[in-house]
Nanobody
């Protein structure tokens, strides 16, 4: 079992930046690929970014490429999502999730999920 807790959400103005964090407990964190997903009101949850077990490889949705950066610190059991140049359409609940492998953009590959943190971008 892996428990994931997100933090760092809040209200930010368009064009601003925000970093959300995901801290894990339980099984060895470095055994898992970690992804960030988001769900906006009235929309389905969508893939945002993911990072490999060592952090050497990252994946991004086209909508955030060049603006968001995912990183991890396995010594701290933490994964971060740095969000820059935020837009109102980035408003969503952001979830982190842990996967033992497979396509990093597929929700079905993730076994453990956090409760989410709300990010609201005002125009």
């Amino acid at each position: 079992q892996v428990q994931l807790v997100e933090s760092g959400g809040g209200l930010v103005q368009a064009g601003g930046s925000r970093r959300v964090s995901c801290v894990a407990s339980g099984r060895t964190f470095s055994d898992y690929v970690v992804g960030w997903f988001r769900q906006a009101p009235g929309k389905e949850r969508e893939f945002v970014a993911a990072i490999s077990r060592t952090g050497a490889t990252t994946w991004y949705a086209d909508s955030v490429k060049g603006r968001f950066a995912i990183s991890r610190d396995n010594a701290k059991n933490a994964v971060y999502l740095q969000m820059n140049s935020l837009k109102p359409e980035d408003t969503a609940v952001y979830y982190c999730a842990a996967s033992q492998g497979g396509r990093p953009d597929l929700e079905s590959r993730y076994d453990y999920w956090g409760q989410g943190t709300q990010v609201t971008v005002s125009s």
